[in-house]
């Protein structure tokens, strides 16, 4: 199995098509140096499930690592409300649909405050606590110094 990316811009989780067969497009049947012209792109590259596996891994952390930011209590509780969420704990949930492989949008409030970031659906409650803490202390240091 072939996956076709474009290695000269970021990876955004989305491949151009796969090959099944390792030689044509399993949705237009052809060849890497046919997508290269259609596409007019000749960097268009193929790599196996083991690449594609290390791309996936470091974009999903970077998007699990985008900072929190906050939103308003009408949107936080649209979000509660849109689906029952996948995972609810006190003070914070995950929305009932993902964002990208097990990625969710993660929300939660704290000093009548409400805020969203992304994070994995299957952190520790622990973690998310601990995390939801010292991002909460770092933004009121910031705040308290006019950042």
Same mark, same amino acid.
């Given at each position: 199995m072939?996956?076709?990316?474009?290695?000269?811009?970021?990876?955004?989780?989305?491949?151009?098509?796969?090959?099944?067969?390792?030689?044509?497009?399993?949705?237009?049947n052809?060849?890497?140096?046919?997508?290269?012209?259609?596409?007019?792109?000749?960097?268009?590259?193929?790599?196996?499930?083991?690449?594609?596996?290390?791309?996936?891994?470091?974009?999903?952390?970077?998007?699990?690592?985008?900072?929190?930011?906050?939103i308003d209590?009408?949107?936080?509780?649209d979000?509660? +409300?849109?689906? *029952?969420?996948e995972?609810?704990?006190? $003070?914070?949930? /995950?929305? =009932?649909?993902?964002?990208q492989? +097990?990625?969710? *949008?993660?929300c939660?409030?704290?000093d $009548?405050?409400? /805020?969203? =970031?992304?994070?994995?659906?299957?952190?520790?409650?622990?973690e998310?606590?601990?995390?939801?803490?010292?991002?909460?202390?770092?933004?009121?240091?910031?705040?308290?110094?006019g950042?």
């Open positions: 072939k996956y076709i990316i474009d290695p000269t811009v970021e990876f955004t989780g989305c491949v151009i098509t796969s090959m099944s067969d390792d030689i044509h497009s399993d949705y237009g052809e060849t890497l140096e046919e997508l290269r012209v259609n596409h007019k792109n000749a960097s268009l590259l193929a790599i196996g499930p083991d690449k594609l596996t290390d791309l996936v891994n470091t974009h999903r952390q970077k998007l699990n690592s985008e900072p929190f930011f906050e209590e009408d949107r936080y509780y979000l509660m +409300d849109c689906l *029952p969420p995972r609810m704990l006190s $003070g914070c949930f /995950f929305v =009932g649909e993902c964002c492989y +097990d990625l969710y *949008p993660f939660f409030t704290i $009548g405050r409400y /805020f969203q =970031g992304k994070r994995i659906i299957t952190t520790p409650k622990a998310l606590y601990t995390e939801i803490k010292e991002f909460y202390h770092n933004l009121k240091e910031r705040e308290a110094h950042y």
